[in-house]
Nanobody
């Protein structure tokens, strides 16, 4: 079993910054990828940023240059630094871990989400 917990959401004014954190714990042999997604009211969940093991980070065009994904592999933690926030960034943010378990199964695990609200 793998548990994923996000933190760091909140209310911020437009132009402000927030830093989200997400940590995975449990039966993990290897983390293959970490990512952030968001779901705004009335919209489908969309990709925000991701970082695969040994690879380069990737970003949605809507956040490129404003958001930065980083990882601490020793702590099984992924961060999302969000700068120059806009009201349209308001959403529930979810992190995802692509994991290889000790049984050599490949699974995706999601957190419960953290609310980010940007006021205009």
């Amino acid at each position: 079993q793998v548990h994923v917990v996000e933190s760091g959401g909140g209310l911020v004014e437009a132009g402000g910054s927030l830093r989200l954190s997400c940590v995975a714990s449990g039966s993990i042999l290897r983390i293959n990828a970490m990512g952030w997604y968001r779901e705004a009211p009335g919209k489908q969940r969309e990709f925000v940023a991701a970082h695969s093991s040994g690879g380069f980070p990737s970003y949605a065009s809507s956040v490129q240059g404003r958001f930065t994904i980083s990882t601490d592999n020793a702590k099984n933690t992924v961060y999302l630094q969000m700068n120059s926030l806009k009201p349209e960034d308001t959403a529930v943010y979810y992190c995802s871990f692509g994991v290889t378990t000790p049984e050599y199964r490949i699974r995706d695990y999601w957190g419960q989400g953290t609310q980010v609200t940007v006021s205009s």
